[in-house]
């Protein structure tokens, strides 16, 4: 419920809040997210580190597959709005995944996933919400950039808005 509140307040203001909005929403889905991965895989630090190689390689995949759309696109804030509505969807998603990988799987409480399960696991669980997180960032420079002259300055702003 929080996040739609966050969604709707930030797509309706200026896109200084959107990004702050994004900001917001990405640390707390990551936060939630790493917790659970880490609950479910018995994980260690290791198993950290793949989690967020896969979060951070989904979040490239987004970034870059709809960036180079982003230009493209007439209607960029209702698209901006859908992937939020995407993302908003895929983390509660992505939490049930991160709760019942192990029974659709078929293992046995208490047994320690290899590596290789891990990263699949954990690559399959964060798609839905890594790849549109991802995307809202492309989105997020370009309409920054539209509401402000300096292209490389909004980018920055969006960039440390999202970091």
């Given at each position: 419920m929080m996040l739609l509140i966050i969604l709707i307040y930030s797509c309706r203001h200026n896109s200084a809040v959107r990004n702050y909005g994004d900001l917001i929403i990405g640390i707390i889905a990551q936060i939630i997210l790493i917790r659970e991965l880490l609950v479910s895989f018995l994980g260690n630090e290791l198993t950290i580190g793949v989690i967020f190689a896969n979060w951070l390689v989904l979040e490239a995949?987004?970034?870059?597959?709809?960036?180079?759309?982003?230009?493209k696109i007439k209607r960029k804030l209702e698209v901006y709005i859908f992937l939020?509505?995407?993302?908003?969807?895929?983390?509660?998603?992505?939490?049930?995944?991160?709760?019942?990988?192990?029974?659709?799987?078929?293992?046995?409480?208490?047994?320690?996933?290899?590596?290789?399960?891990?990263?699949?696991?954990?690559?399959?669980?964060?798609?839905?919400?890594?790849?549109?997180?991802?995307?809202l960032f492309s989105f997020g420079c370009r309409l920054s950039n539209e509401v402000q002259s300096k292209e490389a300055s909004s980018i920055g702003k969006v960039y440390v808005f999202e970091t």
């Amino acid at each position: 419920m929080m996040l739609l509140i966050i969604l709707i307040y930030s797509c309706r203001h200026n896109s200084a809040v959107r990004n702050y909005g994004d900001l917001i929403i990405g640390i707390i889905a990551q936060i939630i997210l790493i917790r659970e991965l880490l609950v479910s895989f018995l994980g260690n630090e290791l198993t950290i580190g793949v989690i967020f190689a896969n979060w951070l390689v989904l979040e490239a995949i987004g970034s870059f597959v709809f960036g180079k759309y982003v230009e493209k696109i007439k209607r960029k804030l209702e698209v901006y709005i859908f992937l939020q509505l995407i993302f908003s969807i895929g983390f509660p998603f992505s939490i049930y995944l991160s709760r019942v990988f192990k029974n659709i799987l078929l293992i046995t409480p208490g047994e320690g996933l290899g590596l290789i399960q891990v990263y699949y696991s954990s690559l399959l669980i964060l798609l839905p919400t890594a790849l549109p997180h991802g995307a809202l960032f492309s989105f997020g420079c370009r309409l920054s950039n539209e509401v402000q002259s300096k292209e490389a300055s909004s980018i920055g702003k969006v960039y440390v808005f999202e970091t």
